[in-house]
């Protein structure tokens, strides 16, 4: 199969009388970490979304493996290979962080006890094991951070969508997230993530999208895109 694992292909979305995002086209090729980067309110998460199925788009296509997936609801996307995080972290903090893995295992493995082995392993692979038995409500924020990639997972994406796992993290805490993502990386998962801090995207992908009032501003190499004037000045704006 030669197609690139995602296309996005001329896509747009309106809230209303809002174009949130407008003809957006872009790729995502196998085993590449691409950043979709822009100022607060640039149309994000509205692509994430639009990507991860959890919006339909008012116009264009989105292709997962050269299939036309746009008609498919989340779930349906989840079980070819796309997963994704939310921004707003949506854990059970009354269920354990195991159990909270286990959600996303049982997509592949509906057996409980197999989920659970997968949902253990996970949790290793992403540092969590210690904390497999507290309640996901006592997790630090850079923790529950974590735990939403390991639920993301667990459910064996092809593809892993982050939505700002990043933000709200210590420079340190930041580091470490930067690292999981280059160890998922090397386990073959293809990721789009999503932040709004430029410093912290650049040094980690290999090519960077700009959006800015829900057009592309830029594109291309962290470096290009981090010198366009453009893309400064958008920044400078927010
Ligand atoms: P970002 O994630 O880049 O900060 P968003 O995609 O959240 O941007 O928002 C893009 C624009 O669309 C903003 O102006 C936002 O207010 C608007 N928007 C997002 N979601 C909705 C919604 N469900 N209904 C109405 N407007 C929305
Ligand atoms: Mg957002």
Do not use: W
């Amino acid at each position: 199969m030669n197609a690139p694992l995602l296309q996005v292909d001329d896509v747009s979305r309106r809230f209303g009388g809002l174009a949130a995002v407008s003809n957006v086209s872009f790729e995502v090729g196998r085993g590449e970490i691409v950043g979709l980067i822009g100022p607060n309110g640039a149309g994000k998460s509205t692509l994430f979304n639009l990507i991860a199925g959890a919006l339909p788009p008012s116009s264009g296509r989105i292709l997962f493996e050269g299939e036309d997936v746009t008609a498919l609801a989340a779930p349906d996307r989840c079980r070819r290979g796309i997963g994704r995080t939310f921004q707003v972290v949506k854990s059970f903090d009354s269920m354990s962080v195991l159990d909270n893995v286990v959600v996303g295992a049982l997509v592949r493995h509906p057996h409980a006890a197999a989920a659970r082995r997968k949902a253990a392993e996970v949790l290793d692979f992403a540092g969590l094991a210690p904390r497999a038995a507290s309640p996901a409500g006592d997790l630090t924020p850079p923790e529950k951070r974590r735990l939403e990639v390991a639920r993301a997972l667990a459910t064996e994406p092809k593809l892993l969508l982050l939505d700002e796992v990043m933000t709200g993290l210590t420079p340190a805490e930041a580091q470490k997230g930067v690292e999981l993502v280059r160890k998922v990386r090397e386990t073959g998962v293809t990721v789009l993530m999503v932040e709004h801090v430029m410093e912290i995207v650049m040094p980690l992908v290999d090519r960077a999208f700009v959006l800015h009032l829900g057009r592309e501003l830029a594109h291309g190499k962290p470096a290009d895109v981090a010198a366009d004037p453009g893309v400064i000045s958008a920044y400078l704006g927010d």
